[in-house]
């Protein structure tokens, strides 16, 4: 039996038996486009008539060195002769005339990469009779030198120089700009001319036979299969290259044809905010190319509601019917020509973040999705989208457009933000409390004495710093926007200013920036806010929980970030940087004096002030997170950190010394030299404590060590919070956390204290309370000595920030603005290992710290709080790896748990959803049974 060749669009049937009822295989024969068409055709929809000619008459042509197959052109001929009866027109006849396009569809989309001919079927006489049929004369000939121009630089190779020469000249002469704007006797010329280009190049007259323009047509597109484009095209996206192309060959419709003809594309959903009604723009008596150029005011679906009422309501049941069919918010091109509609292409919409987690959620009620498959069509960034401000889309377009852009950084903590800048923290503290604007903290970078500023501030920009320098972290922790590393802006603390190139702007001035995408503006823009209690995303999110097994907990330092981050979905707080308590306005000077103290009895003078502060900071966060674990950890940060910058002592203690050359009395005088001495003993301690690598330094657990009634007090003042929740009523589950251990030994004398002051504090009481005493594992030596360390943690929590840090021997702060970026350039690394935890390297080290850990106590409950626990890249290894939790910053609770659903979706060996379709002949593609 000879082979078939060509299938009509509807003749799917017939294809998909030959293909086994393998829908994969309909779509090797056809190409994706020819199945999607013959798919739609069977449908109730109106689809050009037209056929497909089989990837296998591509693949037999270029066997036998470029030769059409025998039967093709005999096929192709009964082929058209059935679209001829089908539209009652006729290829070639001048008084109803049928064109047709001839384009490429492979089995894998390979957009623009092969060739199409539009127009076949247009000589001399059939352009005189469509100008008369159509009553334009101009769209005719425009046609007409359209085909001609294809075909001879498609189909026979021609440059497209001489084609544009000509069209520029005459232009020129027109005094026009674009070729839309040549007249009726500039395209006769024209048409004329395009001929005798292609006589000159090929030797031979522009075919005016339809049918042979044609089987032309399908070589040249069999051929660009092998064209350059597309065979670079198929190495890059591992495409095979004996599969060949099918070619489809599909009635043209116009929408230019009267008032009667329209032509326009069709949402099934809104796109921005996904709710469940067709929207569109369409034009009467248009090309399609119209609508989508922009050129002319295109009118809204609901306008063809009201002009053509049923062709409407025929447009929109088609919608809803593809809709459900592709079971995905459609996107449709449609044409109405002399009153009947057609749909020349449905493919699944572009959409916002709103409209896809309401897209998603409303496919399940209405039963087109599972709930699973709705939770794989919204991205973890998309649900991002919803919990910080962003800029309205036309104010920053305008923004830009006027110049307003001043300079890009590293967008490290989402949401936009306005405001007016200020230059250090104190300024930000006293201006928020003076002042109505909000306010945007602009340093060079920031520290923890710059927190208070940052809290004061809508938004933080720093000129250096990288991902995980302390302004991104502390910005995400918050959910503050930010910008970091914005290197071209220079900070002038003495004038006041910050400048990029030419543009100055001063303290006080407006600024906008983008923390999503990194952009910084002058002036304010403006904002809308995101929906939190969106019920489309609450939905979502719990179905997430029901699929995900990774628990979701947040890094939280305050009660009110607690209680944010418990609406978000957060099952207890994984981290609890103490420190950040330590650097509020009424505390720092009592740490400072704790720091400073010479005798024991004024250390522990100042540490006594500190206990009831630190314990109502305790009970605070337990009352938030009631019957939920709270790890606290054990101060971490240098100490140097909680004391004045070398700099600034040192030209203080040069003013005061200025001040009393001049003192006028001797009371000045002594109360000048009083502060002298003051400024240049915390002078020499700062001094004292200064260290070349402070990252590596007396920090942790060391301090711990060093100064053990820095934890006792801190330990105090936990169990001591834990009493009193617990009398309230509560049910505090308080975690002891270490930090930076490298040694098990490490941690033997600091469990001591715990177990010494559980004791002391809770007495007989210590054993019903539920808490547990851990560890962070954030040194590679800890990560290695994890079996040992076991012995002694009842949990791990993994910091990776430290932990990629030292791992890689890479600066957190610094790495990105020194080398990092360019290592990404470079492709040295797939990805930045401080936003994505690196899985050979560091994620080899927690993988075998979390088995070393079971083996020796199977029960240790394992997490990650680092920066890594709000990524879903890291929170899927994290997934695979088994850990028991991952903790993020409370805006990135959502985030993660989402992707912690995902991760468990995606986890090898589990069905592919789309394996196993099957086409049924009475309802199209469907799931394998079972
Ligand atoms: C870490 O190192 O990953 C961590 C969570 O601790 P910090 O960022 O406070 O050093
Ligand atoms: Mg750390």
Same mark, same amino acid.
């Given at each position: 039996?000879?082979?078939?060749?060509i299938?009509?669009f509807?003749?799917?049937d017939?294809?998909?038996?030959?293909?086994?009822?393998?829908?994969?295989?309909?779509?090797?024969?056809?190409?994706?486009?020819?199945?999607?068409?013959?798919?739609?055709?069977?449908?109730?929809?109106?689809?050009?008539?037209? /056929?497909?000619?089989?990837?296998?008459?591509?693949?037999?042509?270029?066997?036998?060195?470029?030769?059409?197959?025998?039967?093709?052109?005999?096929?192709?001929?009964? &082929?058209?002769?059935?679209?001829?009866?089908?539209?009652?027109?006729?290829?070639?006849?001048?008084?109803?005339?049928?064109?047709?396009?001839?384009?490429?569809?492979?089995?894998?989309?390979?957009?623009?990469?092969?060739?199409?001919?539009?127009?076949?079927?247009?000589?001399?006489?059939?352009?005189?009779?469509?100008?008369? =049929?159509?009553?334009?004369?101009?769209?005719?000939?425009?046609?007409?030198?359209?085909?001609?121009?294809?075909?001879?630089?498609?189909?026979?190779?021609?440059?497209?120089?001489?084609?544009?020469?000509?069209?520029?000249?005459?232009?020129?002469?027109? *005094?026009?700009?674009?070729d839309?704007?040549?007249?009726?006797?500039?395209?006769?010329?024209?048409?004329?001319?395009?001929?005798?280009?292609?006589?000159?190049?090929?030797?031979?007259?522009?075919?005016?036979?339809?049918?042979?323009?044609?089987?032309?047509? $399908?070589?040249?597109?069999?051929?660009?299969?092998n064209?350059?484009?597309?065979?670079?095209?198929?190495?890059?996206?591992?495409?095979?290259?004996?599969?060949?192309?099918?070619?489809?060959?599909? !009635?043209?419709? /116009?929408?230019?044809?009267?008032?009667?003809?329209?032509?326009?594309?069709?949402?099934?959903?809104?796109?921005?905010?996904?709710?469940?009604?067709?929207?569109?723009?369409?034009?009467?008596?248009?090309?399609?190319?119209?609508v989508?150029?922009?050129?002319?005011?295109?009118?809204?679906?609901?306008?063809?509601?009201?002009?053509?009422?049923?062709? %409407?309501?025929?447009?929109?049941?088609?919608?809803?019917?593809?809709?459900?069919h592709?079971?995905?918010?459609?996107?449709?091109?449609?044409?109405?020509?002399n009153?009947?509609?057609?749909?020349?292409? !449905?493919?699944?919409?572009?959409?916002?973040?709103?409209?896809?987690?309401?897209?998603?959620?409303?496919?399940?009620?209405?039963?087109?999705?599972?709930?699973?498959?709705?939770?794989?069509?919204?991205?973890?960034?998309?649900?991002?989208?919803?919990?910080?401000?962003?800029?309205?889309?036309? &104010?920053?377009?305008?923004?830009?457009?006027?110049?307003?852009?001043?300079?890009?950084?590293?967008?490290?903590?989402?949401? &936009?933000?306005?405001?007016i800048?200020?230059?250090?923290?104190?300024?930000?503290?006293?201006?928020?409390?003076?002042?109505?604007?909000?306010?945007?903290l602009?340093?060079?970078?920031?520290?923890?004495?710059?927190?208070?500023?940052?809290?004061?501030?809508?938004?933080?920009?720093?000129?250096?710093?990288?991902?995980?320098?302390?302004?991104?972290?502390?910005?995400?922790? %918050?959910?503050?926007?930010?910008v970091?590393?914005?290197?071209?802006?220079?900070?002038?603390?003495?004038?006041?200013?910050?400048?990029?190139?030419?543009?100055?702007?001063n303290?006080?001035?407006?600024?906008?920036?983008?923390?999503?995408?990194?952009?910084?503006?002058?002036?304010?823009?403006?904002?809308?806010?995101?929906?939190?209690?969106?019920?489309?995303?609450?939905?979502?999110?719990?179905?997430?929980?029901?699929?995900?097994?990774?628990?979701?907990?947040?890094?939280?330092?305050?009660?009110?970030?607690?209680?944010?981050?418990?609406?978000?979905?957060?099952?207890?707080?994984?981290?609890?940087?103490?420190?950040?308590?330590?650097?509020?306005?009424?505390?720092?000077?009592?740490?400072?004096?704790?720091?400073?103290?010479?005798? *024991?009895?004024?250390?522990?003078? #100042?540490?006594?002030?500190?206990?009831?502060?630190?314990?109502?900071?305790? #009970?605070?966060? /337990?009352?938030?997170?009631?019957?939920?674990?709270?790890?606290?950890?054990?101060?971490?940060? @240098?100490?140097?950190? %909680?004391?004045?910058?070398?700099?600034?002592?040192?030209?203080?203690?040069?003013?005061?010394?200025?001040?009393?050359?001049?003192?006028?009395?001797?009371?000045?005088?002594?109360?000048?030299?009083?502060? =002298?001495?003051?400024?240049?003993?915390?002078?020499?301690?700062?001094? &004292?404590?200064?260290?070349?690598?402070?990252?590596?330094?007396?920090?942790?657990?060391?301090?711990?060590?060093?100064?053990?009634?820095?934890?006792?007090?801190?330990?105090?003042?936990? /169990?001591?919070?834990?009493?009193?929740?617990?009398?309230?009523?509560?049910t505090?589950?308080?975690?002891?956390? $270490? @930090?930076?251990?490298?040694?098990?030994?490490?941690?033997?004398? =600091?469990?001591?204290?715990?177990?010494?002051?559980?004791?002391?504090v809770?007495?007989?009481?210590?054993?019903?309370?539920?808490?547990?005493?851990?560890?962070?594992?954030?040194?590679?030596?800890?990560?290695?000595?994890?079996?040992?360390?076991?012995?002694?943690?009842?949990?791990?929590?993994f910091?990776?920030?430290?932990?990629?840090?030292?791992?890689?021997?890479?600066?957190?702060?610094?790495?990105?603005?020194? %080398?990092?970026?360019?290592?990404?350039?470079?492709?040295?690394?797939?990805?930045?290992?401080?936003?994505?935890? *690196?899985?050979?390297?560091?994620?080899?080290?927690?993988?075998?710290?979390?088995?070393?850990?079971?083996? !020796?106590?199977?029960?240790?409950h394992?997490?990650?709080?680092?920066?890594?626990?709000?990524?879903?890249?890291?929170?899927?290894?994290?997934?695979?790896?088994?850990?028991d939790?991952?903790?993020?910053?409370?805006?990135?609770?959502?985030?993660?748990?989402?992707?912690?659903?995902?991760?468990?979706?995606?986890?090898?060996?589990r069905?592919?959803p789309?394996?196993?379709?099957?086409?049924?002949?009475?309802?199209?593609? $469907?799931a394998?049974?079972?």
């Open positions: 039996m000879s082979t078939r060749w299938y009509s509807d003749a799917l017939a294809a998909t038996e030959k293909c086994g009822g393998d829908w994969d295989e309909v779509r090797g024969l056809l190409g994706g486009k020819g199945a999607n068409l013959a798919d739609m055709s069977r449908l109730d929809v109106a689809v050009p008539p037209g /056929f497909t000619i089989t990837s296998e008459a591509c693949n037999a042509y270029l066997d036998v060195g470029e030769r059409l197959p025998d039967g093709l052109v005999a096929e192709i001929e009964s &082929a058209l002769r059935d679209v001829e009866a089908e539209t009652g027109k006729t290829l070639g006849d001048p008084v109803n005339p049928l064109l047709v396009s001839c384009r490429s569809g492979a089995k894998f989309s390979m957009p623009g990469m092969m060739d199409t001919v539009l127009n076949i079927g247009l000589n001399d006489e059939v352009t005189d009779g469509m100008a008369s =049929i159509f009553g334009d004369r101009h769209f005719a000939l425009d046609s007409y030198r359209r085909l001609i121009q294809m075909f001879s630089t498609v189909v026979m190779g021609i440059p497209e120089a001489p084609f544009e020469d000509a069209l520029l000249a005459a232009r020129v002469a027109r *005094d026009v700009t674009s839309s704007d040549l007249t009726e006797s500039d395209l006769e010329p024209i048409v004329e001319r395009f001929k005798k280009i292609f006589r000159n190049h090929t030797g031979r007259d522009f075919p005016s036979d339809p049918m042979e323009q044609l089987t032309m047509a $399908v070589a040249a597109v069999f051929r660009s299969w064209g350059k484009r597309a065979f670079a095209y198929r190495k890059a996206s591992g495409i095979p290259n004996d599969l060949g192309t099918a070619v489809n060959v599909q !009635t043209m419709v /116009f929408g230019n044809l009267g008032s009667d003809s329209a032509t326009g594309v069709a949402v099934s959903r809104s796109a921005t905010t996904g709710a469940p009604a067709i929207e569109g723009d369409f034009l009467m008596n248009a090309q399609g190319e119209d989508v150029a922009g050129i002319r005011q295109t009118n809204t679906i609901d306008d063809l509601r009201v002009e053509m009422p049923e062709l %409407f309501d025929e447009l929109e049941q088609a919608a809803k019917m593809l809709e459900r592709y079971r995905d918010m459609q996107d449709i091109e449609f044409t109405i020509e009153g009947k509609l057609w749909l020349l292409q !449905t493919r699944d919409g572009k959409r916002t973040a709103q409209s896809a987690v309401r897209i998603a959620v409303d496919l399940v009620s209405d039963g087109i999705l599972t709930k699973d498959e709705a939770l794989e069509r919204v991205t973890p960034e998309q649900v991002e989208f919803f919990l910080h401000p962003q800029f309205s889309a036309p &104010a920053k377009d305008s923004a830009v457009d006027d110049g307003r852009l001043l300079t890009k950084g590293l967008n490290v903590s989402p949401g &936009a933000a306005v405001g800048a200020v230059f250090d923290a104190d300024l930000a503290e006293k201006w928020s409390s003076e002042r109505d604007e909000a306010l945007i602009v340093r060079p970078e920031t520290k923890p004495d710059d927190v208070h500023g940052m809290l004061a501030s809508a938004g933080v920009l720093t000129s250096s710093g990288g991902r995980t320098s302390h302004a991104a972290l502390v910005a995400r922790q %918050f959910g503050k926007p930010a970091v590393g914005a290197k071209e802006i220079v900070l002038d603390l003495e004038a006041r200013t910050m400048t990029v190139g030419a543009a100055t702007i303290e006080g001035d407006w600024i906008s920036i983008d923390g999503t995408t990194g952009e910084v503006f002058v002036g304010e823009i403006e904002t809308k806010l995101p929906d939190i209690e969106d019920a489309w995303l609450m939905s979502l999110l719990a179905w997430a929980d029901d699929v995900r097994d990774l628990d979701v907990w947040t890094n939280a330092d305050y009660p009110a970030d607690a209680e944010r981050a418990l609406k978000f979905g957060a099952n207890g707080i994984g981290l609890c940087r103490t420190e950040h308590m330590f650097f509020a306005t009424d505390r720092l000077p009592i740490m400072q004096r704790m720091i400073m103290a010479n005798h *024991d009895s004024d250390r522990n003078e #100042a540490l006594e002030e500190l206990l009831p502060l630190q314990r109502s900071d305790f #009970a605070g966060l /337990f009352r938030a997170m009631d019957n939920k674990r709270v790890i606290i950890r054990l101060l971490d940060p @240098p100490l140097h950190e %909680f004391l004045p910058n070398v700099d600034d002592l040192v030209r203080n203690a040069t003013d005061l010394k200025i001040r009393l050359m001049n003192a006028g009395d001797l009371a000045e005088v002594n109360r000048l030299v009083r502060e =002298i001495e003051e400024t240049e003993t915390i002078l020499s301690k700062v001094e &004292a404590l200064h260290e070349s690598n402070p990252m590596l330094g007396l920090r942790g657990v060391r301090l711990g060590i060093l100064i053990p009634e820095l934890p006792e007090m801190q330990v105090r003042a936990l /169990f001591e919070a834990t009493a009193m929740v617990l009398d309230e009523g509560g505090p589950k308080p975690g002891i956390m $270490v @930090p930076l251990i490298s040694h098990a030994a490490e941690l033997t004398p =600091i469990k001591e204290i715990v177990d010494r002051v559980a004791l002391e809770l007495g007989e009481r210590s054993d019903e309370v539920d808490w547990q005493f851990g560890t962070m594992i954030e040194t590679p030596r800890a990560a290695v000595t994890a079996a040992e360390i076991a012995g002694v943690a009842e949990f791990f929590s910091g990776t920030n430290d932990l990629t840090q030292m791992t890689f021997g890479i600066s957190r702060d610094d790495a990105e603005k020194a %080398f990092l970026l360019g290592y990404l350039e470079l492709g040295i690394l797939a990805a930045n290992p401080f936003n994505t935890l *690196d899985r050979d390297g560091v994620g080899a080290l927690v993988r075998s710290a979390v088995e070393a850990g079971r083996a !020796t106590r199977p029960n240790i394992v997490g990650i709080c680092g920066e890594h626990g709000g990524d879903p890249r890291s929170i899927a290894l994290c997934d695979e790896m088994g850990l939790y991952v903790s993020c910053s409370p805006l990135r609770v959502p985030v993660a748990r989402l992707a912690a659903a995902q991760a468990v979706l995606n986890r090898p060996g069905p592919d789309d394996a196993g379709l099957h086409m049924d002949p009475a309802k199209g593609v $469907v394998d049974a079972g």
